[in-house]
């Protein structure tokens, strides 16, 4: 059986829905901070799931699971994800990030658990040396948020020689998209993503959308991002999951398409998509932006035999249709 900690958010529960149709027996831990409950419920109307509302911070929520369910192998979502907020409460991010990590880990080596995916993130790398950005590249995380991550990476290297547990650590870059026939899509409070955003205001009357910066170093002056399709990011889980468990390997693959496309070209895409004219205004550089981060993804090609099979055109598509159906089960007028 699969633990899915995190199983209640928006990449865990993408993840999840892909084991299910795959017929694998999953067990999901959320405290629902992040995490929603109509998520869980989305997910029991495709499958069996078992949710435990738990916290990795306290080791016993995570020991009732391990003693209760045979658990073989751990997909670790759970964690505080907001770059700016870590920046103004690192203690939140160490706290639960570390610990909650730790924890886990540890009922892992007592219950002699040996294969985790974890969801790491491009943050690690920090300002690009050069691009696109490989494995290899050096890792200076410019924020609390990337150095959890970071630092989880290398507590699992330790894990690993003295435990013996095997990982393969994905590094995301952008996320976008949903499965809106599974009825679970995107959905963070407050929300700071790029695509969130700009359907706020496609949605939420006289809501301005806000670019920051429009000075950058690129060819229309907005960020360049790689914008990798949730449900294709799912299935690389599933093919990392199918890695661990044939090569028994430690591995660092990242996630992403190898394109990139500025903020201005996802706001014409929302744009065309939702038929809209939204309001749009330039603001300062958002502290600790990149100019441009772009995925080498040549490893996750080889080892994975991972190909994304979704357009950004299909993720934004997807997230505006999720977006448009949350909006109208939470009664909004839209
Ligand atoms: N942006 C806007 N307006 C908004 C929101 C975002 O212009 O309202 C811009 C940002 O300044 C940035 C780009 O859109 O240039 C993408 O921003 P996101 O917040 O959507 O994503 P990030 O690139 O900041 O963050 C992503 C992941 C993080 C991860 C980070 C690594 O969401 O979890 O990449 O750099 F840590």
């Known amino acids: 059986m699969i633990l899915i900690t995190g199983g209640a958010g928006y990449i865990g529960s993408h993840c999840a829905l892909a084991l299910l149709n795959r017929n694998e027996k999953i067990v999901i ?6 995490g929603h409950i109509e998520t869980i419920n989305a997910l029991k109307n495709i499958g069996n799931v078992e949710f435990i509302k738990g916290d990795l911070k306290n080791k016993k929520d995570i020991e009732f699971i391990f003693k209760n369910f045979d658990i073989d192998t751990l997909m670790h979502f759970a964690g505080y994800i907001q770059v700016e907020e870590s920046t103004q409460n690192p203690s939140k991010y160490y706290e639960n990030n570390i610990i909650g990590t730790i924890n886990l880990l540890n009922t892992m080596v007592e ?21 696109p950005i490989d494995e290899n590249h050096p890792k200076n995380p410019l924020n609390p948020y990337g150095k959890t991550k970071l630092i989880i990476e290398e507590m699992l290297d330790d894990y690993d020689k003295a435990y013996d ?20 899509g ?18 939420e009357k006289e809501k301005i959308f806000n670019i920051f910066g429009n000075d950058y170093d690129t060819f229309d002056g907005t960020c360049i991002r790689d914008y990798v399709n949730v449900e294709d990011l799912a299935c690389a889980h599933v ?10 390997k430690t591995e660092c693959i990242n996630i992403g398409t190898s394109q990139g496309n500025s903020v201005k070209e996802i706001f014409d895409t929302v744009k065309l998509i939702s038929g809209k004219n939204i309001p749009v205004e330039f603001k300062p550089r958002r502290a600790g932006d990149a100019a441009k981060l772009i995925a080498d993804t040549k490893k ?21 249709l999720w977006e448009k159906s949350k909006l109208a089960r939470l009664n909004f007028d839209v």
């Open 29 to 34: 831990i959320d405290n629902l901070d992040n």
């Open 111 to 131: 219950y002699n658990v040996k294969k985790i995916i974890f969801s790491s993130t491009c943050a690690i790398y920090g300002e690009p040396e050069y691009l």
């Open 165 to 184: 547990i095997k990982s393969v650590r994905l590094r995301y870059f952008n996320v976008a998209g949903a499965d809106c026939s599974a009825g679970i």
């Open 186 to 203: 995107e959905w963070h409070q407050p929300e700071t993503h790029l695509i969130p955003n700009i359907l706020k205001s496609v949605f």
């Open 239 to 248: 093919l990392a999951l199918e890695y661990l468990k044939k090569e028994n």
């Open 300 to 320: 996750a090609r080889k080892i994975l035999n991972w190909e994304p099979a979704h357009s950004l055109h299909d993720s934004i598509k997807s997230a505006y």
